[in-house]
């Protein structure tokens, strides 16, 4: 770990004027919550890092928002919960959004179905360290801004760690992407609450919540939910890409450079996105399990606006609901258009970490021929985590991947400003991304 002075973190980039123009056209401007519940939903039993879930329900079971449908396969695992009232009628292998078949129950709502939010909340103040774990747990919390790591895990420090800051990433730098800006807009209270529940849990000292400039209304709704709290600061930080990476937030808003193999903790920070925290909030204080996520629908579709609805929503029936395409997509992406990923079918569900649906018609879709690479070094200076991109590219086409081990292709995030920048139009961060799952496939054969 090293400690530099806070301003910009290393590499990133300021999007073009091409992808501005895009972003103010499918641009989401709203203040409220819009509710959309499907007839049916398919809730896959892998929806984080590290072990499936294992179904706890058979088919024709009649089950209730909120019931624990799939337990928890270990500890690094997390809990599935029915996200509608109504009955189980399958349990098949069903698409997810990186193309795989994964276990998934399908609920079919009931007819007359009521949605209620438990209004009856505990504080937390009153709860010992143990039990706001045990909550976080039960309610199934993973990471949602995209890691999906169980929260719970991530909570259950070793004893000699110290962390003195609690960070909520309230970044959201993906282009065209709502949901956290929203979230922080009409839930800045709740938002608090779950930094303040792991503030609580970690003993650390104070709580930062960072926000990209661009989203003025949520940074001002969060700092007027913070004047109560003399340890909790809302800072706004430059929006550039990929501000929202754990490292490079850390990177930009304190000064800390984490190491390739290192964690924010080990730094003394604790970083969490803002709808996680939410999310820790509602497990922990109404004991309500994660079973609904903003989810913003945007591009060319024909009613552009963020969604709150049930994980397990087909992203068909999301489609629909805002009034079907704009012209014949060509590309949808799960997330962001940087790195999420693009489907082919509209029956993959919305799950814990679908912060967006982006869909880009013929018209908008550009393709292009890749060329040599003319080791214009762009890629290297863009890079946020030092790497040499260009370099990668090459061994990993010539099969060394020896050498892209030894050049940290399992450091890249995936970030795509690689590609971004390429006048080359190489697809720099595929190929990085391919070479470190063969790297980790020799290494499991060896």
Request: glycine letters at 8%; charged letters at 25%; a negative charge.
């Amino acid at each position: 770990m090293k400690r530099t002075a806070p301003g910009k973190f290393s590499g990133g980039v300021i999007f073009a004027p091409s992808t501005e123009v895009f972003k103010e056209k499918w641009k989401v401007k709203q203040s409220e919550v819009i509710t959309f519940v499907p007839q049916r939903v398919y809730i896959p039993t892998q929806q984080h890092i590290g072990a499936p879930a294992e179904p706890v329900v058979e088919i024709g079971d009649q089950v209730k928002a909120g019931d624990l449908i799939a337990e928890a396969g270990d500890f690094v695992s997390a809990n599935i919960h029915a996200t509608i009232t109504g009955t189980v009628t399958d349990i098949l292998d069903w698409p997810d959004n990186s193309g795989n078949k994964v276990p998934t129950i399908v609920i079919e709502k009931e007819e007359d179905e009521v949605r209620e939010e438990n209004q009856h909340a505990v504080s937390f103040d009153s709860m010992d360290r143990e039990t706001l774990i045990e909550r976080v747990s039960a309610a199934g919390v993973v990471g949602m801004g995209g890691a999906t790591f169980p929260t719970h895990v991530k909570l259950t420090v070793d004893d000699e760690v110290e962390v003195e800051t609690i960070v909520l990433n309230g970044a959201e730098c993906e282009p065209f992407l709502e949901a956290d800006n929203l979230l922080m807009q009409i839930e800045s209270g709740k938002v608090l609450t779950g930094a303040r529940i792991a503030q609580k849990i970690l003993g650390a000292k104070k709580v930062i919540v960072a926000i990209e400039d661009d989203k003025p209304e949520a940074i001002r709704q969060m700092k007027e939910a913070a004047e109560a709290f003399a340890d909790v600061f809302i800072e706004a930080v430059q929006t550039s890409y990929p501000q929202g990476g754990e490292k490079q937030l850390l990177e930009g808003l304190l000064g800390v450079e984490v190491d390739l193999d290192g964690l924010p903790v080990d730094s003394g920070v604790y970083l969490m996105n803002v709808a996680t925290s939410a999310a820790v909030a509602d497990a922990v204080e109404r004991q309500e399990p994660l079973i609904n996520r903003f989810c913003t629908v945007t591009g060319d579709v024909q009613n552009k606006q963020t969604v709150s609805c049930p994980i397990g929503t087909l992203t068909g029936d999301l489609i629909d609901f805002c009034e079907g395409f704009d012209g014949d997509p060509r590309k949808i992406f799960v997330g962001g258009p940087m790195m999420g990923k693009a489907i082919d079918t509209l029956e993959v569900p919305i799950t814990k970490s679908s912060n967006g649906l982006v869909v880009i018609n013929t018209e908008n879709a550009r393709y292009y021929e890749e060329s040599p690479c003319i080791r214009c070094n762009l890629c290297a200076e863009v890079c946020p985590m030092r790497l040499e991109p260009q370099n990668l590219d090459l061994f990993y086409r010539a099969q060394d991947y020896k050498r892209c081990q030894d050049l940290r292709a399992d450091a890249c995030i995936n970030c795509g400003a690689c590609t971004y920048v390429c006048p080359a139009r190489r697809d720099l961060a595929k190929n990085i991304t391919a070479a470190a799952g063969k790297i980790e496939e020799l290494l499991q054969e060896a």
